[in-house]
């Protein structure tokens, strides 16, 4: 996965990054806006699931992962025993 930030403020007046990533899969392009707060948790490593537990599961893997419910469907479905 390659990360790359890009800095805004614009979650409610709290310094904020963007998380640019690409599918593992399908090579996609990914942004996901978050606050720099929870980006520092994630890189102590803070599990996704502690730092946004209101955030849909396909939300989190695109932070972790970079990788589509349809992509992580098409790798995981071939792969089943």
């Known amino acids: 996965m390659t990360l790359e930030l890009e800095y ?3 979650i409610q007046g709290q310094p904020s990054v963007f998380v640019n ?3 593992i899969h399908c090579k996609k392009d990914n ?3 978050i606050s720099r707060a929870d980006y520092n948790r994630r ?3 803070d599990f996704a699931q ?3 537990p209101n955030l ?3 939300d ?3 932070i ?3 990788t589509h419910p349809e992509c992580w469907n098409a790798i995981f479905n071939n792969h089943q025993d």
């Open 21 to 23: 990533n690409s599918c």
């Open 56 to 58: 849909p599961i396909d």
């Open 64 to 66: 972790i992962s970079g």
């Open 43 to 45: 890189m102590r490593g």
């Open 8 to 10: 805004d403020f614009s």
């Open 31 to 33: 942004q996901i806006r």
């Open 50 to 52: 502690d730092i946004w």
């Open 60 to 62: 989190r893997e695109l």
